[in-house]
């Protein structure tokens, strides 16, 4: 089974900065996908981002963005210009096979 | 429009009594799962189907059961509720894999309290 780790259990960020969250995966496997969900209050699980492992370009949706580093398993979203509507909570997942495996999430707070 | 739809929302039961949580997906999609997420823990997959028939467990499978009769449904099912059973359930659900098709689409989740 992989492993998923947030190591930052609650972040914020100032409107209009860049923020990071980290996200570090533990796998075996030479075919696996990553992505990066968000859940708002409303509860609901949006995908932000996803990347292919096999992919050495980092994956990019408009202000979202991650740095996929293979070699030591990390995968980061950066939020770029921070918007009232991006607080919530973030959450990394890791797939291989039929199987998706989820980090402990991060909540973001951003700051008016 | 493509969505997963996960009956009902709130849920409050007491102990021993039998329920089912619906799932039900209109994208055509093969595989199915559902999860459970609790504070601090994230989420955790409890079972999944690849196809009709065709299930399997999932990390956490203890206390709970599922089918796939048909594709587009995946009922869970707990047969004897236990209050550590309390928590918010998701269903998702995911095409074959393609550019399109990796990710998991969930449902609105189902919160689950049982006294």
């Known amino acids: 089974a992989q492993t998923v780790t947030q190591s930052q259990p609650e972040m914020s960020v100032q409107e209009a900065e860049t923020v990071t969250l980290s996200c570090t995966y533990d796998?075996?496997?030479?075919?696996?996908?990553l992505f990066w969900y968000k859940q708002p209050p409303s509860r609901q699980m949006i995908l932000v981002i996803r990347?292919?492992?096999?992919?050495?370009q980092n994956a990019t949706e408009n202000r979202f963005s991650v740095n996929f580093q293979k070699a030591a398993k990390s995968f980061s979203l950066k939020i770029s210009d921070s918007q009232l509507g991006d607080a919530a909570m973030y959450f990394c997942?890791?797939?291989?096979?039929?199987?998706?495996?989820f980090g402990t999430g991060t909540s973001l707070t951003v700051i008016p | 429009e493509a969505q997963v739809t996960q009956n009902p929302r709130y849920l409050i039961t007491v102990t021993g009594k039998k329920l089912t949580v619906t799932c039900s997906q209109n994208?055509?999609?093969?595989?199915m799962s559902w999860y459970r997420q609790d504070p601090g823990l994230g989420l955790r997959q409890i079972y999944y189907?690849?196809?009709?028939?065709?299930?399997d467990k999932g990390d956490v499978p203890e206390g709970y059961k599922v089918s796939r009769k048909e594709k587009r449904n995946f009922p869970l099912i707990l047969e004897s509720p236990s209050p550590n059973q309390t928590s918010l359930y998701f269903c998702?659900?995911?095409?074959?894999?393609?550019?399109?098709?990796?990710?998991?689409?969930f449902g609105q989740g189902t919160r689950l309290t049982v006294v």
């Open positions: 990347q292919e492992a096999y992919k050495q």
């Open positions: 997942a890791s797939r291989d096979g039929n199987q998706f495996y």
């Open positions: 998702a659900s995911r095409g074959r894999d393609s550019e399109l098709g990796t990710e998991a689409f």
């Open positions: 994208m055509n999609h093969e595989y």
């Open positions: 189907s690849m196809n009709v028939e065709v299930t």
């Open positions: 796998t075996s496997e030479s075919d696996y996908y």
